[in-house]
Every structure is written in structure tokens, then in C-alpha cells.
Nanobody, 123 residues
Framework: QVQLVESGGGLVQAGGSLRLSCAAS????????MGWFRQAPGKEREFVAT????????YYTDSVKGRFTISRNNAKNTVYLQMNSLKPEDTAVYYC????????????????WGQGTQVTVSS
């Protein structure tokens, strides 16, 4: 069984930065694609970014391009989301997830999910 645990969320002012981490335990995820999703209050969960097991096949949703960077360290079984120039509309619970398929932006492709970490951006 795989457990994913997100950390690094918090309260930040608009224009600030946060770095989210997602640590996996139970087995290595070095052969899995990893993704970040987010869910704002009253909204559906949406795709944010994904990265293949090799570190390639990186995709972002349009609203975060140029501001967010996804990366991974397979030796540490950890994936990261560096978030810069944060905006109030980035406020959401952020989830990491693991998939057997690269380059997927749909939730259904991800079989393992973390519990989420809250990111709040004040104006």
C-alpha cells in the first residue's frame, strides 16, 4: 500500500512563494508519474501539474504556467511543487497523486492520493 503525505502548505501574502512536498512511503514511486491537483472552496478539484517518472513529460494548467514548477527526487521518493508569484485565486487544498501513466491531467488516471495540504493566499 502506498501512502502519500503532502507538506509545506500555509498562509502567504499575494506575490509570495511556497514549496509543497509530497513524500511517498510503502513502496518506491520512481516508476510512477506524479501529479498535483487542487480544490478551491466550492469548486471541483482541478489538475495543476504532472511529471513523468523520468522527470520529463511535464505539463501545467495554463493558470500556473511560468509561476509553478514541478520536480521530483526519486532517491527521496518525493515530488515537489514550487509556487511563486502566488495569487489569491491559488487558494485551495493541494493534493499529490501517483499514476501509472505519463502526461495525464485527468483525476481518473491517478490511483493513489494524499490527504492534501491547505494553501491560503491573502490579498
Amino acid at each position: 500500500q502506498v501512502q502519500l503525505v503532502e507538506s509545506g502548505g500555509g498562509l502567504v501574502q499575494a506575490g509570495g512563494s511556497l514549496r509543497l512536498s509530497c513524500a511517498a512511503s510503502g513502496r518506491t514511486l520512481s516508476r510512477n508519474a506524479m501529479g498535483w491537483f487542487r480544490q478551491a472552496p466550492g469548486k471541483e478539484r482541478e489538475f495543476v501539474a504532472t511529471i513523468a517518472w523520468s522527470g520529463g513529460s511535464i505539463y501545467y494548467t495554463d493558470s500556473v504556467k511560468g509561476r509553478f514548477t514541478i520536480s521530483r527526487n526519486n532517491a527521496k521518493n518525493t515530488v515537489y511543487l514550487q509556487m511563486n508569484s502566488l495569487k489569491p485565486e491559488d487558494t485551495a487544498v493541494y493534493y499529490c497523486a501517483a499514476s501509472n501513466l505519463n502526461g495525464r491531467t485527468d483525476e481518473g488516471a491517478y490511483g493513489y492520493w494524499g490527504q492534501g495540504t491547505q494553501v491560503t493566499v491573502s490579498s
